[in-house]
């Protein structure tokens, strides 16, 4: 079997297929394809400045219900979901408004990109996006605090179409890179940022930077929509072929920020050993951090309770202690009854 | 009043967590935990959480 390098595209083999040259794991993004969405399955959500929309999206923004987010079928051939973001009401632009998709990348993840160091590797962030407004876009990448950036620009020609676009950045001399398990990195894809937060392109600088300067507003448009999918950054000054994970594989990178078992047949049924007594539950993947859990009753899914299953009893809990690898509920309960319920658990950026 | 206090924690004899009350989410104490940094800058604001249940 021959093979053919291209340092541009990867390996070609000789049945014609291109394998990309880097190794796994070269796309410092989880859920770049836009494939996991474990809070709304699919189902739209007006979020919240800093609330999560697909996994490891979250949605900046200094008004509310501006826009929604939903996790669509729709995406150019290659890939079978995006992130879609609809504008709900117009919004003219405040200097300080922003409006925005951010992925929070960890640090141990880009520790190797040498940030902050006299020998920054140089990063290049490729995507497709589809929207329904023309014009140049903006976005910036930051360091966790915010007090360094860099804005980038891109130009979607056509209305309605899938287009893929790639820019490459040199990598920051200074400034203070998180390469732990904090914020590492920042990417934002602006939505319509205004005049305080967007800066210039092509150099790093004093944050924020949350879009570039003049990048068109999607917020000035009623009911206009922008889509991403294939977002991925990666070291070297090329665009390489998005990386596809298998679906088990990025389900359970997303799981060390967020995870949750809520309106499953898989809650959780423990058996009360003890009077006052504590049940543990283990998480599937190690968090980030310590997590922050809600817990629900497998039966009315009020928070704060769990479910006692001899006669369905609803049972205030006390409190959850929560750590990286598993959770206690503490309660009131009884000895011997069964108890049920759901839980959330975030450790996200 | 947007939290309150967790029990205290009987095999560590702490705080086990700070409750959120919009949705009862329960906090761990964790600096590297981004809802815990939102709850001391609250804190820092002069603001204080309510008691703990009585257990």
């Keep these: 079997m021959s093979v053919a390098i291209n340092g541009t595209n990867g390996i070609t083999y000789n049945d014609g297929s291109l394998q990309p040259s880097a190794p796994v794991g070269k796309n410092r993004i989880i859920n770049g394809n836009m494939m996991i969405d474990q809070r709304n399955s699919g189902g739209v959500t007006t979020p919240g400045n800093n609330g999560y929309t697909l996994d490891r999206w979250n949605a900046g923004l200094s008004q509310s219900s501006k826009y929604s987010v939903q996790q669509v079928v729709d995406a150019p051939s290659g890939f079978y979901n995006s992130i879609k973001a609809t504008v709900l009401a117009t919004v003219s632009l405040g200097a300080t408004d922003y409006f925005m998709l951010k992925h929070k990348i960890e640090g141990y993840n880009v520790a190797d990109l040498n940030f902050g160091t006299a020998n920054p590797e140089t990063i290049t962030l490729s995507f497709w996006v589809k929207s329904s407004v023309t014009g140049t876009f903006g976005g910036g990448i930051q360091n966790s605090n915010e007090s360094r950036g860099n804005a980038f620009n891109y130009t979607i020609s056509s209305a309605n179409t899938w287009e893929y676009k790639s820019v490459t950045l040199t990598g920051d001399t200074t400034g203070t890179w998180d390469k732990t398990n904090g914020t590492g990195l920042w990417l934002n894809l602006a939505l319509g940022v205004g005049t305080t937060y967007s800066k210039s392109t092509g150099s790093w600088g004093a944050g924020p930077v949350l879009s570039a300067t003049g990048a068109t507003n999607l917020l000035a448009t009623s009911s206009a929509t922008i889509q991403f999918t294939g977002v991925q950054l990666e070291t070297g000054t090329t665009a390489t072929p998005f990386e596809h994970l298998q679906y088990g594989q990025q389900l359970a990178l997303c799981q060390r920020y967020y995870e949750q078992n809520y309106g499953t047949n898989n809650y959780e049924v423990k058996i009360q050993g003890i009077t006052s007594g504590l049940t543990n539950s283990a998480f599937k993947v190690s968090k980030r951090a310590d997590a922050t859990t809600t817990v629900y009753s497998s039966v009315t899914q009020t928070a704060g309770t769990v479910n006692n299953g001899n006669g369905n009893v609803q049972t205030a809990i006390s409190s959850v202690i929560s750590g990286k690898e598993s959770f206690w509920v503490s309660m009131a309960g009884t000895s011997s009854q069964v108890y049920t319920y759901y839980f959330k658990s975030s450790a996200e950026l | ?55």
């Design chain 2, 1 to 55: 009043m947007k939290y309150k206090l967790g029990i205290i924690d009987t095999f560590t004899n702490k705080t086990s967590c700070i409750i959120r009350l919009s949705d009862s989410a329960c906090i761990p104490l964790d600096e590297d935990n981004t809802d815990y940094q939102e709850y001391l800058e609250w804190v820092a604001k002069g603001n204080k959480a309510m008691e703990a249940d009585e257990t």
